[in-house]
DNA sequence: CTGAAAGCGCTAACAT
DNA sequence: ATGTTAGCGCTTTCAG
């Protein structure tokens, strides 16, 4: 690998006149530094950035901690579709981004070790369990980090808005005509609680009555699950209207469920889904849907990280709140009247 | 940070010493060792990643190269489900996974610079154009690489058998009783090249005629294109009694024009998918498709890079082929007769 | 405008 | 069994 010195050498300079070259320092002259640079590249250096961060302590490297418990991992298309724009967003800022694991890689255990290991400038965390004592640690530590869909208190997290998207949902079925309207939920998280005060809230604004047995707990992308509090509601003596899922994928559990017991979606029984996975507009019947912008959730992660990385002093831990919107398909009937 | 001359001051020892019981060598006393090491880690000790890479170069870290021109990248399924395990993979093995970009980062500009720039042992290549200038210097280049889906000849490539997917495929038609089989494929690629001629050769062998209006040019993931091609065929004098898609997501939409034609699928006319996404058994009519077996592909991916990296004399290129297998559905009606 | 020199934190060959 | 030392490739202060 060529470095520095044999540019030095070739050109007939030191090496700090190079690196000043090379770094677009303005205290040389201009010819010196595009000779330079000319023969930099005809002699094809490839900087080492490990030098360099040995040196400055500023790796550009983003670390990346998302781990899903369910093992959906990465293939969670909402996560995935996160990381890919986080990814966008960094690289167009001149970062690169590496996962950050708990395996053994350099003696390192933890996150936190794992992170500091390869001098990564800030960690975005998503997806992951948020009381893992691990994950803790990383967010209180003296890196950088960002939390997707959670928050630590004093720390700057991304919101998907869960809050008005249980309130739209319901504001919507209000709206269609639907007053008895159930919610087959996740697993107990943060988000959860959001969804259902938000869900329990607006059907109080609406002056719709939910009873107790309106409301199962399922898990998020374990469709087994709803399908099962699917065929509990539908037997109930006073079945609900329209049933909101956790996810897209377990309302498609819904629709199985649904169907094998002899009603039809959209007709007999309205459904609502959340996430708005991509597929949720071909299937049939399409499917009516509140979709998560996680496009602009990774985009800001990646803002929001370089922001913190570069201006350190001046800004200041926040919420940022990203809203999604309806996605109309034909699984809720507008209902004449009650 | 604390580093290893605190700790040598801390332990009165020299820092070799240290660095020698912290890398767990045996040519010092057990005891020394393991009070430097109690030490070190009562001491919050952290190594420094780029030091000792700069100084071993090795980083035990993979690059890897996902790029998707389609732009749905990271959340097509397929892809996220590889990275995912490539990533366990890799962690496993004590190596973690940094993107590769050609985005400007540390003046680096082309992928193998950014490669080299980052020190990685060793790079994945998966879903990107692979007659990119740039992806042919790094393949070329000394850093040991691993295609996905695609070989450079006297390269390593994991391949997922599109081959044997398009045999099982035509061959379980046959069974089935079919004999009019329409193909759509995906854009001109060394993979549809591999599917198409798997699908002539084995509905030859089969003795299953072709009529040339029978095989259609889509794109994978582009439903729209999938499902013009859908009502082409259907509106043939002859039309098939099968179609085959270039993936399950284009199959939806094959499924929405079968359906608005007043056809029913699996009844009127069969479809096949490609992919196995995991919603294709939620989805009704259930799909029958072909699953291709990501998880182990990138396992494999992992494997044999970190194979490559630790052996370089011994691993010779290799073309690891990756079978799927026909998840049967709903979507393929067993025709009585001809 | 250019250069000399120190040193980031670590490993490893070579003493002792 | 332990220590000395050189140096990985780079940036940056300080002198000239």
Redesign the pocket.
């Known amino acids: 690998?060529v470095?520095?010195?044999d540019i030095a050498k070739r050109c007939?300079?030191?090496?700090?006149?190079v690196?000043?070259a090379?770094?677009g320092r303005t205290?040389?002259?201009?010819q010196?530094?595009s000779r330079i640079r000319e023969i930099a590249h005809e002699m094809g250096y490839i900087?080492?950035a490990n030098?360099?961060i040995?040196?400055?302590n500023r790796s550009y490297n983003i670390g990346v901690l998302f781990v899903d418990k369910t093992g959906s991992g990465l293939s969670h298309e909402y996560f995935s579709s996160i990381l890919d724009s986080l990814k966008n967003e960094a690289e167009a800022n001149g970062y690169d981004i590496t996962f950050i694991s708990n395996q053994v890689v350099g003696n390192c255990q933890t996150y936190y070790e794992h992170a500091k290991y390869r001098g990564c400038d800030g960690v975005v965390i998503a997806s992951v369990d948020f009381h893992d004592p691990q994950v803790i640690e990383l967010v209180e530590s003296n890196i950088p980090t960002i939390t997707i869909d959670y928050v630590f208190d004093g720390h700057t997290a991304i919101m998907s808005d869960n809050i008005v998207g249980l309130h739209d949902i319901v504001e919507y079925l209000h709206r269609m005509g639907h007053r008895k309207i159930a919610f087959i939920h996740g697993e107990n998280t943060a988000i959860t609680q959001k969804r259902l005060t938000s869900y329990y809230k607006t059907c109080e604004e609406y002056g719709i009555d939910v009873p107790d047995e309106y409301v199962k707990e399922g898990r998020y992308h374990v469709p087994q699950l709803s399908g099962k509090a699917t065929r509990e509601l539908l037997a109930l003596d006073n079945p609900p209207t329209c049933i909101i899922y956790p996810d897209d994928y377990s309302s498609l559990a819904g629709i199985t469920e649904i169907e094998r017991s002899g009603l039809t979606v959209g007709k007999d029984i309205s459904i609502v889904g959340y996430d708005g996975i991509k597929i949720s507009r071909f299937i049939r019947p399409e499917l009516t849907t509140y979709v998560q912008d996680s496009e602009q959730i990774g985009k800001m992660a990646g803002k929001k990280i370089v922001e913190m990385i570069e201006n350190p002093k001046t800004s200041f831990a926040q919420q940022v709140s990203i809203k999604g919107h309806l996605q109309e398909g034909k699984t809720v009937k507008a209902l004449i009247s009650e």
Chains 1, 2 share one sequence.
């Open positions: 690998m470095k520095i010195s007939n300079v030191s090496i700090s006149t690196s000043k090379l770094n205290d040389l002259s201009r010196t530094s900087p080492n030098a360099r040995l040196k400055t």
